[in-house]
């Protein structure tokens, strides 16, 4: 059990059947009245962000959130494989609990897979990944004076801006968190 006067960023619990992360907070104590801690949290399984005050003595059960390194095999419809690199065990993820930002892991990359008690409610891509362009328009020289991008196919089917002098078959870094273009690998 955690009480709401132990509160810190990062900290899961459960609080009315959620799993929730402290994201921010504030320990108040007004010159007339009790103490409380104003808190801003996030459902970890929804994404839902909420601003709401507690009495410090109020308890709440740890919720213990596992993240475990995985590969991603392959995809067979809505389903998405991933082996643990130690046991070399299959686990099918449905297509749902991926986030926007998948879009850019290839076959054999590792990704961090989330849990709580057994049900897997998200997937983290690695930050930064390495991609090569399969498709864009060639750039044309003098078109510098402004920071003017292209679009960009890359090689998982992702689409991004990229600068005009990036051609077909370069290499390029990509922040999986934005979605923008780093920087050529």
């Given amino acids: 059990m ?10 899961t619990f459960e609080m009315d059947g959620n799993v929730v992360q402290v994201i921010e907070f504030q320990h108040v104590k007004p010159g007339k009245g009790a103490a409380f801690v104003r808190t801003k949290f996030k459902n970890v399984i929804t994404g839902s962000v909420v601003e709401r005050s507690f009495n410090p003595t109020e308890k709440f059960p740890t919720a213990f959130v596992e993240r475990r390194d995985m590969q991603y095999s392959y995809n067979d419809g809505d389903l998405y494989y991933f082996m643990d690199m130690e046991t070399y065990e299959q686990v099918p993820i449905n297509a749902s609990v991926l986030g926007d930002n998948f ?21 983290e891509p690695p930050f930064f990944v390495e991609l090569e362009v399969t498709e864009t328009d060639p750039g044309f020289k003098g078109d510098t004076a402004t920071n003017a991008t292209k679009p960009a196919t890359l090689e998982t089917g992702a689409e991004v801006k990229v600068p ?22």
Avoid: H, P, W
């Fill in 103 to 123: 879009k850019f892991v290839k076959e054999e990359m590792e990704c961090k897979i989330l849990s709580y008690k057994g049900n897997v409610f998200g997937v």
């Fill in 2 to 11: 955690i009480s709401a006067g132990d509160f810190r960023n990062g900290v």
């Fill in 164 to 185: 005009l002098f990036i051609e077909q078959g370069d290499k390029i870094k990509i922040d999986t968190r934005t979605g923008e273009y780093m920087e050529r690998a």
